[in-house]
Protein backbone atom coordinates (compact mmCIF):
# COMPACT_ATOMS: atom_id res chain seq x y z
CA UNK A 1 0.00 0.00 0.00
CA UNK A 2 1.58 3.34 -1.17
CA UNK A 3 0.60 6.74 0.39
CA UNK A 4 0.44 7.95 -3.23
CA UNK A 5 -2.87 5.38 -3.61
CA UNK A 6 -4.20 6.52 -0.18
CA UNK A 7 -3.51 10.05 -1.06
CA UNK A 8 -6.16 8.98 -4.56
CA UNK A 9 -8.87 7.80 -1.95
CA UNK A 10 -8.97 10.08 0.67
CA UNK A 11 -9.15 13.05 -2.18
CA UNK A 12 -12.18 10.75 -4.41
CA UNK A 13 -13.58 9.92 -0.70
CA UNK A 14 -13.85 14.00 -0.07
CA UNK A 15 -15.46 14.66 -3.45
CA UNK A 16 -17.43 11.92 -4.29
CA UNK A 17 -16.50 12.24 -7.75
CA UNK A 18 -13.22 11.30 -9.95
CA UNK A 19 -12.92 14.01 -11.85
CA UNK A 20 -12.94 16.95 -9.12
CA UNK A 21 -10.53 14.54 -7.31
CA UNK A 22 -8.69 14.50 -10.57
CA UNK A 23 -8.40 17.84 -10.45
CA UNK A 24 -7.29 18.38 -6.82
CA UNK A 25 -4.59 16.44 -6.91
CA UNK A 26 -3.75 17.88 -10.70
CA UNK A 27 -3.52 14.32 -12.30
CA UNK A 28 -5.88 13.03 -15.22
CA UNK A 29 -9.28 11.37 -14.09
CA UNK A 30 -8.15 7.82 -15.50
CA UNK A 31 -4.79 8.27 -12.53
CA UNK A 32 -7.65 8.59 -10.08
CA UNK A 33 -9.12 5.98 -11.25
CA UNK A 34 -6.47 3.12 -12.24
CA UNK A 35 -4.92 3.47 -8.82
CA UNK A 36 -8.20 3.00 -6.72
CA UNK A 37 -8.69 0.33 -8.67
CA UNK A 38 -5.36 -1.09 -7.89
CA UNK A 39 -5.56 -0.39 -4.38
CA UNK A 40 -8.90 -2.33 -4.30
CA UNK A 41 -6.74 -5.45 -5.65
CA UNK A 42 -4.46 -4.93 -2.91
CA UNK A 43 -6.87 -5.02 -0.20
CA UNK A 44 -9.21 -7.55 -2.52
CA UNK A 45 -12.49 -5.64 -1.80
CA UNK A 46 -14.10 -2.50 -3.08
CA UNK A 47 -13.41 0.64 -1.45
CA UNK A 48 -16.24 2.50 -2.88
CA UNK A 49 -19.81 2.53 -4.86
CA UNK A 50 -19.68 3.35 -8.25
CA UNK A 51 -23.37 2.68 -9.20
CA UNK A 52 -24.73 5.79 -8.08
CA UNK A 53 -24.83 9.18 -8.86
CA UNK A 54 -22.28 9.82 -6.47
CA UNK A 55 -19.24 8.18 -5.33
CA UNK A 56 -19.81 6.55 -2.17
CA UNK A 57 -17.99 4.72 0.27
CA UNK A 58 -18.37 0.88 0.97
CA UNK A 59 -18.07 -0.29 4.46
CA UNK A 60 -14.93 -1.33 4.09
CA UNK A 61 -13.90 2.51 2.63
CA UNK A 62 -15.57 3.87 5.33
CA UNK A 63 -13.16 1.84 7.49
CA UNK A 64 -10.19 2.68 6.00
CA UNK A 65 -10.87 6.87 5.41
CA UNK A 66 -10.21 7.42 9.15
CA UNK A 67 -7.24 5.16 8.47
CA UNK A 68 -6.09 6.39 5.47
CA UNK A 69 -6.02 10.06 6.50
CA UNK A 70 -3.88 9.48 9.81
CA UNK A 71 -1.12 7.88 7.56
CA UNK A 72 -1.08 10.88 5.67
CA UNK A 73 -0.84 12.96 8.20
CA UNK A 74 2.10 10.87 9.89
CA UNK A 75 4.03 11.21 6.70
CA UNK A 76 3.60 14.76 6.18
CA UNK A 77 4.40 15.09 9.72
CA UNK A 78 7.74 13.27 9.12
CA UNK A 79 8.25 15.38 6.40
CA UNK A 80 7.94 18.67 8.33
CA UNK A 81 10.57 17.01 10.75
CA UNK A 82 13.05 16.87 7.98
CA UNK A 83 12.65 20.09 6.87
CA UNK A 84 12.14 22.04 9.94
CA UNK A 85 16.26 20.24 10.60
CA UNK A 86 16.75 21.48 6.90
CA UNK A 87 15.99 24.81 7.59
CA UNK A 88 12.70 25.13 5.49
CA UNK A 89 8.86 24.24 5.80
CA UNK A 90 7.29 22.73 2.55
CA UNK A 91 4.18 21.13 2.14
CA UNK A 92 1.47 21.84 2.13
CA UNK A 93 -1.13 23.58 4.75
CA UNK A 94 -4.85 23.29 3.98
CA UNK A 95 -6.23 26.52 5.73
CA UNK A 96 -10.58 26.92 6.54
CA UNK A 97 -11.34 30.32 6.51
CA UNK A 98 -14.83 32.14 7.84
CA UNK A 99 -16.65 34.14 5.15
CA UNK A 100 -15.58 37.46 6.45
CA UNK A 101 -12.52 37.48 8.80
CA UNK A 102 -12.20 41.43 8.87
CA UNK A 103 -10.82 41.68 12.37
CA UNK A 104 -7.70 40.98 11.44
CA UNK A 105 -6.12 41.50 7.66
CA UNK A 106 -6.40 38.03 6.40
CA UNK A 107 -5.02 38.85 2.51
CA UNK A 108 -1.65 40.47 4.65
CA UNK A 109 -1.24 37.73 6.58
CA UNK A 110 -1.54 35.29 4.11
CA UNK A 111 1.16 36.94 2.12
CA UNK A 112 3.47 37.48 4.72
CA UNK A 113 3.51 33.86 5.65
CA UNK A 114 4.52 32.88 2.04
CA UNK A 115 7.53 35.60 2.25
CA UNK A 116 8.41 33.70 5.02
CA UNK A 117 8.11 29.96 3.98
CA UNK A 118 7.18 30.45 0.13
CA UNK A 119 7.91 26.23 0.27
CA UNK A 120 4.40 25.74 2.14
CA UNK A 121 1.54 25.90 -0.38
CA UNK A 122 -1.77 27.71 0.91
CA UNK A 123 -4.76 25.86 -0.14
CA UNK A 124 -7.30 28.31 1.81
CA UNK A 125 -11.25 27.41 1.45
CA UNK A 126 -14.51 29.22 2.95
CA UNK A 127 -17.47 26.45 3.76
CA UNK A 128 -20.54 27.92 3.45
CA UNK A 129 -21.68 26.39 6.41
CA UNK A 130 -19.80 28.25 8.89
CA UNK A 131 -17.96 27.74 11.69
CA UNK A 132 -19.82 24.14 12.21
CA UNK A 133 -18.52 23.23 8.71
CA UNK A 134 -15.06 23.86 9.71
CA UNK A 135 -15.15 22.01 12.29
CA UNK A 136 -16.77 19.18 10.73
CA UNK A 137 -13.80 19.26 8.32
CA UNK A 138 -10.91 19.55 10.84
CA UNK A 139 -12.45 16.78 12.40
CA UNK A 140 -12.83 14.82 9.56
CA UNK A 141 -8.88 15.62 8.61
CA UNK A 142 -9.88 17.51 5.52
CA UNK A 143 -8.39 20.82 6.79
CA UNK A 144 -4.85 21.15 8.93
CA UNK A 145 -6.41 24.52 10.91
CA UNK A 146 -9.08 26.89 10.59
CA UNK A 147 -10.22 30.62 11.48
CA UNK A 148 -13.34 29.64 13.32
CA UNK A 149 -15.82 31.81 15.44
CA UNK A 150 -17.23 29.57 18.71
CA UNK A 151 -18.52 31.15 21.06
CA UNK A 152 -19.53 28.82 24.35
CA UNK A 153 -18.62 25.26 25.16
CA UNK A 154 -15.82 24.41 23.01
CA UNK A 155 -16.03 21.17 20.78
CA UNK A 156 -14.88 17.78 21.53
CA UNK A 157 -11.78 17.06 19.66
CA UNK A 158 -10.70 20.70 18.72
CA UNK A 159 -8.07 22.93 20.18
CA UNK A 160 -8.98 26.52 19.65
CA UNK A 161 -6.13 29.47 19.81
CA UNK A 162 -7.78 32.95 20.98
CA UNK A 163 -6.97 35.60 18.77
CA UNK A 164 -9.48 38.33 18.92
CA UNK A 165 -13.18 39.64 19.24
CA UNK A 166 -15.49 42.08 18.44
CA UNK A 167 -18.86 43.13 20.23
CA UNK A 168 -22.26 42.75 18.16
CA UNK A 169 -24.18 45.89 18.27
CA UNK A 170 -27.78 46.54 17.02
CA UNK A 171 -28.27 48.10 13.39
CA UNK A 172 -31.24 49.38 12.78
CA UNK A 173 -33.11 51.79 9.68
CA UNK A 174 -32.78 55.47 10.25
CA UNK A 175 -36.53 55.65 10.58
CA UNK A 176 -36.99 53.00 13.46
CA UNK A 177 -38.43 54.08 16.34
CA UNK A 178 -35.80 52.20 18.16
CA UNK A 179 -33.36 54.63 16.25
CA UNK A 180 -32.84 58.03 18.27
CA UNK A 181 -31.48 55.92 21.03
CA UNK A 182 -27.92 55.02 21.97
CA UNK A 183 -28.25 51.69 24.05
CA UNK A 184 -31.20 49.33 24.27
CA UNK A 185 -32.35 46.42 26.28
CA UNK A 186 -32.36 43.11 25.04
CA UNK A 187 -36.14 42.32 25.92
CA UNK A 188 -36.96 45.45 23.76
CA UNK A 189 -36.04 43.24 20.54
CA UNK A 190 -38.66 40.85 21.20
CA UNK A 191 -41.12 40.88 17.91
CA UNK A 192 -38.74 42.38 15.44
CA UNK A 193 -37.47 40.76 12.38
CA UNK A 194 -33.91 40.03 12.06
CA UNK A 195 -31.19 39.77 9.27
CA UNK A 196 -28.67 37.32 10.46
CA UNK A 197 -26.16 34.72 9.11
CA UNK A 198 -27.32 31.33 9.34
CA UNK A 199 -27.30 28.23 12.01
CA UNK A 200 -23.89 27.72 12.22
CA UNK A 201 -21.72 30.80 11.93
CA UNK A 202 -20.32 31.96 14.99
CA UNK A 203 -22.54 35.44 15.37
CA UNK A 204 -25.74 33.77 14.61
CA UNK A 205 -24.30 31.39 17.70
CA UNK A 206 -23.60 34.41 19.84
CA UNK A 207 -26.78 36.48 19.24
CA UNK A 208 -29.00 32.82 19.39
CA UNK A 209 -27.30 32.00 23.19
CA UNK A 210 -27.58 35.78 24.14
CA UNK A 211 -32.08 35.71 23.11
CA UNK A 212 -31.88 32.41 25.07
CA UNK A 213 -30.15 33.71 28.30
CA UNK A 214 -32.60 36.61 28.69
CA UNK A 215 -35.79 34.26 27.32
CA UNK A 216 -36.32 36.69 24.51
CA UNK A 217 -37.79 34.90 21.42
CA UNK A 218 -36.51 36.42 17.87
CA UNK A 219 -37.52 36.02 14.57
CA UNK A 220 -34.82 35.46 11.93
CA UNK A 221 -36.64 36.79 8.71
CA UNK A 222 -33.29 37.08 6.29
CA UNK A 223 -30.20 34.78 6.18
CA UNK A 224 -27.10 36.37 4.95
CA UNK A 225 -24.05 34.72 4.67
CA UNK A 226 -21.49 37.49 4.54
CA UNK A 227 -21.88 40.02 7.22
CA UNK A 228 -20.37 43.03 5.25
CA UNK A 229 -23.59 43.05 3.29
CA UNK A 230 -26.18 43.26 6.54
CA UNK A 231 -26.07 47.07 6.96
CA UNK A 232 -27.47 46.72 3.57
CA UNK A 233 -30.33 44.93 4.29
CA UNK A 234 -30.86 46.86 7.11
CA UNK A 235 -30.86 50.07 5.20
CA UNK A 236 -33.90 48.62 2.57
CA UNK A 237 -36.21 47.39 5.42
CA UNK A 238 -35.52 43.80 5.59
CA UNK A 239 -35.54 43.76 9.53
CA UNK A 240 -32.91 44.89 11.97
CA UNK A 241 -29.06 43.16 12.69
CA UNK A 242 -26.81 42.16 15.55
CA UNK A 243 -23.46 43.31 13.69
CA UNK A 244 -19.81 43.24 14.68
CA UNK A 245 -18.36 46.70 14.34
CA UNK A 246 -15.73 45.55 11.87
CA UNK A 247 -18.91 45.16 9.70
CA UNK A 248 -20.14 48.83 10.07
CA UNK A 249 -19.63 52.01 8.07
CA UNK A 250 -21.12 55.63 8.67
CA UNK A 251 -24.36 55.86 6.76
CA UNK A 252 -27.02 58.44 7.31
CA UNK A 253 -29.84 55.72 6.62
CA UNK A 254 -29.01 53.79 9.26
CA UNK A 255 -28.58 54.04 13.16
CA UNK A 256 -26.11 51.80 15.21
CA UNK A 257 -27.31 50.71 18.83
CA UNK A 258 -25.57 49.34 22.31
CA UNK A 259 -27.15 46.63 23.57
CA UNK A 260 -26.41 46.82 27.00
CA UNK A 261 -27.68 43.82 29.37
CA UNK A 262 -26.49 41.10 26.61
CA UNK A 263 -23.35 38.96 26.22
CA UNK A 264 -23.10 40.04 22.38
CA UNK A 265 -19.23 39.03 22.03
CA UNK A 266 -17.77 37.58 18.70
CA UNK A 267 -14.68 35.69 19.59
CA UNK A 268 -12.15 34.68 16.65
CA UNK A 269 -10.02 31.37 17.02
CA UNK A 270 -7.68 29.54 14.80
CA UNK A 271 -8.73 25.71 15.69
CA UNK A 272 -6.66 22.22 15.35
CA UNK A 273 -8.05 19.06 16.10
CA UNK A 274 -6.60 17.60 19.02
CA UNK A 275 -5.01 14.29 19.81
CA UNK A 276 -1.88 15.51 17.80
CA UNK A 277 1.03 18.29 17.64
CA UNK A 278 -0.14 20.59 14.86
CA UNK A 279 1.93 20.08 11.66
CA UNK A 280 5.08 22.65 11.20
CA UNK A 281 3.67 25.06 8.54
CA UNK A 282 0.15 25.25 10.99
CA UNK A 283 2.12 26.31 14.28
CA UNK A 284 3.95 28.74 12.00
CA UNK A 285 0.52 30.51 11.29
CA UNK A 286 -0.92 30.38 14.87
CA UNK A 287 2.52 32.33 15.78
CA UNK A 288 2.17 34.71 12.86
CA UNK A 289 -1.33 35.22 13.34
CA UNK A 290 -1.14 35.81 17.11
CA UNK A 291 1.71 38.52 15.67
CA UNK A 292 -0.94 40.27 13.39
CA UNK A 293 -3.51 40.69 16.00
CA UNK A 294 -0.80 41.64 19.39
Not at 58 to 79: N, S
Not at 125 to 144: F, M, Y
Not at 246 to 253: G, I, K, V
Request: with cysteine; proline share 5%.
Amino acid sequence: MELRQLACFVAVADEANFTRAAARLHVVQSAVSSTIKSLERELGTPLLDRNSKRVLLTDAGAALLPRARATLHAAQEAADAVAEVRGGLRGTLRLGTLTSVRLLDLPALLGEFHRRHPGVVLQTSALPSGSQGLVEALLERRLDLAFVSLPGPRPAGITLTDLTSSVLDLVVPAGHPLAGRGTVSITELAGLDFVDSPVGYGNRTVADRAFAAASVPRRVAVEITDVATGVDFVRHGLGVALLPRFALRAAEDIAVLTVGDADLDWPLSLAVPSGHRPGAAARAMIAMAREFVS
